[in-house]
């Protein structure tokens, strides 16, 4: 019996080992692939969406450009993968794709049960309070007695709750079923609050505002969906990867590198710029990448500030403040750990 | 006549009902009911229809690549259409490289088109088919002659929906009449697989057949063995066309008469020759009806694949209306694929009687 056993433990190592195998080098088959596959949404605003030459755009196409731009050299050897709500943590876990970046909300749970691995957050988001310009209210404090437009059983009714008895203060609540109608009803002016993700609002606000400059968003925001690039926990070589190409856009965008001026920056005397460019080698060796993997995000893709502009501020169709999504020496959350 | 002798008195004919007024009388208003329905009718229209085309083209948009004139106007926006057409027509193909698109597609109509000539429905066909596909898929594909290779990722728009479409039909027709002989088959086997099958995938939506391809059967699969996904949806397809056609075929193969099984069965014609000479010619041709009937839906059924993140022609539409500046003109893009879905079918269902009508002359049955 005793033999049997050990044989049947062997064995079952053996495959468990050979399973490992196949999930450990993400980083290899992206390489001998010779394109990167990122999951994303593939209709959000912002986030994925196809312009109208039929190229992907959004701050997760940007992050999976940025990645592509490290690993292999080239921001557009990627290759999108649409996903769906139902699709887009089977299809990580088969390794259908290498990153799935469709503003995932980092949760303890999928982070855990369900064998993945988060990035740093490339979006925070929240509920926002987006109200008509003419109703001169510049904090939540000044929406007494307001009328609220929210929908039944959301995150939002919740928050619009919360907030309205912690101020000690009235509400009428509006509540519609339909995020379209729901929309409507507040842009021809049903009633003075909208609350959502503020990405969210900002999207519908560009639909649906006949001039969208008269809305405006309160200062105050409530909840937390923080949103950045996910992976299939067990890989930490890729799993680092991804890490640190999100915060090479962060500590660029900090250090005051841009696609306009990372050549010229290759000459500064700053030795910690001079280490994420890769004058002073080292960073690149430690991931398992070339030295150059920094310098190409930044001049491929762009930093952090580049990428938001681009796809949420004020040139954009969504002109979303930066908020929490500025660095941390701005008001903002984003912080890069050193690049040393 | 002269010969009888006797002649009867000649009439002048019957007063034709003809001319317009007469049209009108016979046709709108031959009796009370039917008067006051064109009155109500006449009533509605006179109201809907004036707004209609004000909207749709006095005061609409034809041209324009800025949102903001669109939003000026009180009509409709088609310049979405035209901002938004490559993206509706190719989803995310490389836009350098949509041409390709373009031959892929007039080479399906052409193909398609040329089959509806029965004077030419012979093995020639066929090898013009055979051909003509791979020439598609090579296309479409590229990675020769300096064309870029383009993987099926980013296919998207009206030539995937014609290779979904002409893979489901070319995949499931054989299949369907096989599933059709094998219900009707003497061995108590293959009949109840057959029937099995057919029963089955007649229970399951077709949206949880795609789910299944696209979702659950990598993670069935050993580490690193996958197959395309668009393949995997295809073989869905493929798989539900096959078990409703089956049905309309096995209608077809009861309809020829006992008798002619007997009569073949009695001079040693064997199975096979019974089957494919004797049997389907006139089974085949009896449902040509509701062959057509399960084509136009597996055309329309490719919009499906939207929901497993495939860009066909309304996967594209839908992506290509996320764009903020252009979602609200949502009405005019659908119109616009609207239309060419209804020009496919239109045209498949107007042939179908056609075909119909000559393939009926002589027949009784």
Same mark, same amino acid.
């Given at each position: 019996?005793?033999?049997?056993?050990?044989?049947?433990?062997?064995?079952?190592?053996?495959?468990?080992?050979?399973?490992?195998?196949?999930?450990?080098?993400?980083?290899?088959?992206?390489?001998?692939?010779?394109?990167?596959?990122?999951?994303?949404?593939?209709?959000? &605003?912002? #986030? !994925?969406?196809?312009?109208?030459?039929?190229?992907? /755009?959004?701050?997760?196409?940007?992050?999976? %450009? @940025? +990645?592509?731009?490290?690993?292999?050299?080239?921001?557009?050897?990627?290759?999108?993968?649409?996903?769906?709500?139902?699709?887009?943590?089977?299809?990580?876990?088969?390794?259908?794709?290498?990153?799935?970046?469709?503003?995932?909300?980092?949760?303890?749970?999928?982070?855990?049960?369900?064998?993945?691995?988060?990035?740093?957050?490339?979006?925070?988001?929240?509920?926002?309070?987006?109200?008509?310009?003419?109703?001169?209210?510049?904090?939540?404090?000044?929406?007494?007695?307001?009328?609220?437009?929210?929908?039944?059983?959301?995150?939002?009714?919740?928050?619009?709750?919360?907030?309205?008895?912690?101020?000690?203060?009235?509400?009428?609540?509006?509540?519609?079923?339909?995020?379209?109608?729901?929309?409507? &009803?507040? #842009? !021809?002016?049903?009633?003075?609050?909208?609350?959502? /993700?503020?990405?969210?609002?900002?999207?519908? %606000? @560009? +639909?649906?505002?006949?001039?969208?400059?008269?809305?405006?968003?309160?200062?105050?925001?409530?909840?937390?969906?923080?949103?950045?690039?996910?992976?299939?926990?067990?890989?930490?070589?890729?799993?680092?990867?991804?890490?640190?190409?999100?915060?090479?856009?962060?500590?660029?965008?900090?250090?005051?590198?841009?696609?306009?001026?990372?050549?010229?920056?290759?000459?500064?005397?700053?030795?910690?710029?001079?280490?994420?460019?890769?004058?002073?080698?080292?960073?690149?060796?430690?991931?398992?990448?070339?030295?150059?993997?920094?310098?190409?995000?930044?001049?491929?893709?762009?930093?952090?500030?580049?990428?938001?502009?681009?796809?949420?501020?004020?040139?954009?169709?969504?002109?979303?403040?930066?908020?929490?999504?500025?660095?941390?020496?701005?008001?903002?959350?984003?912080?890069?750990?050193?690049?040393? | 006549?002269?010969?009888?002798?006797?002649?009867?008195?000649?009439?002048?004919?019957?007063?034709?009902?003809?001319?317009?007024?007469?049209?009108?009388?016979?046709?709108?208003?031959?009796?009370?009911?039917?008067?006051?329905?064109?009155?109500?009718?006449?009533?509605?229209?006179?109201?809907?229809?004036?707004?209609?085309?004000?909207?749709?083209?006095?005061?609409?948009?034809?041209?324009?690549?800025?949102?903001?004139?669109?939003?000026?106007?009180?009509?409709?926006?088609?310049?979405?259409?035209?901002?938004?057409?490559?993206?509706?027509?190719?989803?995310?193909?490389?836009?350098?490289?949509?041409?390709?698109?373009?031959?892929?597609?007039?080479?399906?109509?052409?193909?398609?088109?040329?089959?509806?000539?029965?004077?030419?429905?012979?093995?020639?066909?066929?090898?013009?088919?055979?051909?003509?596909?791979?020439?598609?898929?090579?296309?479409?594909?590229?990675?020769?002659?300096?064309?870029?290779?383009?993987?099926?990722?980013?296919?998207?728009?009206?030539?995937?929906?014609?290779?979904?479409?002409?893979?489901?039909?070319?995949?499931?027709?054989?299949?369907?009449?096989?599933?059709?002989?094998?219900?009707?088959?003497?061995?108590?086997?293959?009949?109840?697989?057959?029937?099995?099958?057919?029963?089955?995938?007649?229970?399951?939506?077709?949206?949880?057949?795609?789910?299944?391809?696209?979702?659950?059967?990598?993670?069935?699969?050993?580490?690193?063995?996958?197959?395309?996904?668009?393949?995997?949806?295809?073989?869905?397809?493929?798989?539900?066309?096959?078990?409703?056609?089956?049905?309309?075929?096995?209608?077809?193969?009861?309809?020829?008469?006992?008798?002619?099984?007997?009569?073949?069965?009695?001079?040693?014609?064997?199975?096979?020759?019974?089957?494919?000479?004797?049997?389907?010619?006139?089974?085949?041709?009896?449902?040509?009806?509701?062959?057509?009937?399960?084509?136009?839906?597996?055309?329309?059924?490719?919009?499906?694949?939207?929901?497993?993140?495939?860009?066909?022609?309304?996967?594209?539409?839908?992506?290509?209306?996320?764009?903020?500046?252009?979602?609200?003109?949502?009405?005019?893009?659908?119109?616009?694929?609207?239309?060419?879905?209804?020009?496919?079918?239109?045209?498949?269902?107007?042939?179908?009687?056609?075909?119909?009508?000559?393939?009926?002359?002589?027949?009784?049955?």
């Amino acid at each position: 019996m005793r033999p049997l056993l050990l044989h049947a433990a062997a064995i079952a190592l053996g495959l468990a080992t050979v399973a490992q195998d196949a999930h450990a080098a993400t980083l290899d088959t992206v390489k001998q692939r010779g394109t990167l596959i990122c999951g994303i949404h593939g209709g959000r &605003a912002g #986030f !994925s969406v196809i312009d109208s030459q039929g190229r992907w /755009t959004g701050i997760d196409v940007d992050t999976c %450009r @940025a +990645i592509a731009a490290a690993v292999l050299g080239d921001a557009s050897k990627t290759q999108f993968t649409k996903t769906t709500a139902q699709s887009r943590f089977p299809v990580l876990q088969t390794g259908e794709v290498d990153v799935l970046t469709n503003n995932v909300t980092k949760t303890l749970l999928r982070d855990t049960s369900l064998g993945f691995d988060f990035g740093p957050v490339t979006f925070y988001d929240a509920q926002g309070f987006l109200v008509p310009r003419s109703l001169n209210a510049k904090s939540v404090k000044d929406l007494d007695g307001a009328t609220v437009c929210v929908a039944p059983g959301s995150t939002s009714e919740k928050v619009v709750a919360d907030v309205f008895r912690r101020n000690d203060m009235q509400y009428k609540a509006v509540v519609i079923d339909k995020p379209q109608e729901l929309s409507q &009803a507040f #842009f !021809s002016g049903r009633c003075d609050v909208n609350v959502q /993700t503020t990405s969210g609002l900002a999207s519908q %606000r @560009a +639909i649906f505002a006949k001039n969208p400059d008269d809305f405006v968003f309160l200062d105050e925001i409530a909840g937390k969906d923080p949103m950045g690039p996910v992976v299939r926990h067990g890989d930490d070589q890729w799993t680092d990867i991804v890490t640190w190409v999100v915060y090479a856009m962060i500590e660029a965008e900090e250090t005051g590198v841009s696609s306009a001026n990372v050549d010229k920056m290759l000459e500064s005397d700053d030795p910690g710029i001079r280490r994420l460019l890769g004058v002073t080698p080292g960073l690149g060796k430690a991931l398992g990448l070339d030295e150059q993997w920094a310098y190409r995000v930044i001049k491929q893709v762009g930093n952090y500030g580049e990428a938001y502009e681009r796809n949420f501020g004020e040139k954009s169709a969504l002109k979303l403040p930066r908020g929490m999504n500025n660095l941390w020496t701005k008001g903002g959350l984003l912080y890069s750990p050193p690049f040393n | 006549m002269q010969a009888s002798g006797m002649t009867a008195p000649r009439l002048p004919p019957a007063k034709a009902a003809t001319g317009f007024w007469s049209w009108v009388r016979v046709g709108f208003f031959s009796s009370t009911g039917s008067s006051i329905l064109t009155l109500v009718m006449a009533a509605i229209l006179v109201v809907t229809l004036p707004p209609l085309v004000r909207w749709a083209f006095l005061d609409s948009i034809w041209q324009t690549d800025d949102p903001a004139i669109c939003r000026e106007a009180s009509g409709a926006c088609w310049a979405v259409v035209a901002e938004k057409h490559r993206v509706m027509l190719f989803g995310t193909y490389p836009y350098e490289q949509q041409w390709r698109g373009v031959l892929v597609v007039a080479l399906m109509v052409a193909l398609i088109l040329a089959s509806t000539v029965r004077r030419w429905w012979t093995p020639k066909l066929l090898m013009a088919w055979v051909a003509g596909l791979a020439v598609a898929l090579a296309l479409q594909f590229g990675g020769f002659l300096g064309l870029e290779f383009v993987q099926t990722t980013m296919w998207g728009g009206l030539p995937l929906t014609m290779f979904i479409f002409v893979g489901t039909i070319a995949g499931g027709m054989p299949f369907a009449v096989l599933l059709a002989l094998g219900r009707q088959s003497d061995m108590p086997i293959i009949q109840k697989l057959s029937a099995g099958y057919i029963e089955t995938i007649r229970g399951i939506p077709l949206v949880n057949i795609l789910f299944m391809a696209a979702l659950m059967f990598p993670l069935f699969m050993p580490e690193g063995v996958n197959f395309d996904k668009l393949l995997r949806a295809q073989v869905g397809m493929i798989m539900f066309f096959a078990a409703y056609t089956a049905e309309s075929v096995r209608g077809g193969l009861q309809a020829i008469p006992r008798g002619q099984y007997e009569a073949a069965d009695s001079l040693g014609v064997s199975y096979w020759d019974r089957t494919f000479k004797i049997v389907l010619p006139q089974a085949l041709r009896i449902v040509i009806p509701p062959i057509v009937n399960d084509v136009i839906r597996a055309f329309k059924n490719t919009s499906v694949l939207v929901i497993i993140g495939v860009l066909d022609l309304l996967g594209g539409t839908m992506a290509a209306l996320e764009d903020p500046e252009w979602t609200r003109y949502y009405v005019e893009a659908y119109l616009f694929i609207a239309i060419l879905y209804f020009v496919f079918c239109f045209s498949m269902s107007q042939y179908s009687q056609k075909l119909e009508a000559e393939l009926k002359s002589g027949r009784n049955y």
